[in-house]
């Protein structure tokens, strides 16, 4: 069984910068591809960006630019560097772990980030 634990969610004003961070309970968490998702209230949850296990990366146009997906294999710590945040950021944030060959999925549990108007 996967465990995923989040940190790093806050309250930062418009334009600042955030840190998430997963930790990923596997000790073979090379072979998982990696996602962040957010979900804000009313709305259905969105796809932010994926890194896989060789990691190639992939972004949603919402925060292309402006967010950076990393992961570090070594600690089993999965990252997503946000900044110039805007308001329309504020959501509950989650991590993915997706397995590359049985594709079960485990899910983070979604640090609040809030973004003030």
């Known amino acids: 069984q996967v465990q995923l634990v989040e940190s790093g969610g806050g309250l930062v004003q418009p334009g600042g910068s955030l840190r998430l961070s997963c930790a990923h309970s596997?000790?073979?968490?090379?072979?998982?591809?990696m996602y962040w998702y957010r979900q804000a209230p009313g709305k259905h949850r969105e796809f932010l960006a994926s890194i896989s296990y060789r990691f190639i990366t992939n972004y949603a146009d919402s925060v292309k630019g402006r967010f950076t997906i990393s992961r570090n294999n070594a600690a089993n710590t999965l990252n997503l560097q946000m900044n110039s945040l805007k308001p329309e950021d504020t959501a509950v944030y989650y991590c993915?772990?997706?397995?590359?060959?049985?594709?079960?999925?485990?899910w983070g549990q979604g640090p609040q980030v809030t973004v003030p108007s």
């Open positions: 993915k772990a997706e397995h590359k060959m049985t594709l079960e999925e485990y």
């Open positions: 596997r000790s073979i968490f090379s072979i998982y591809n």
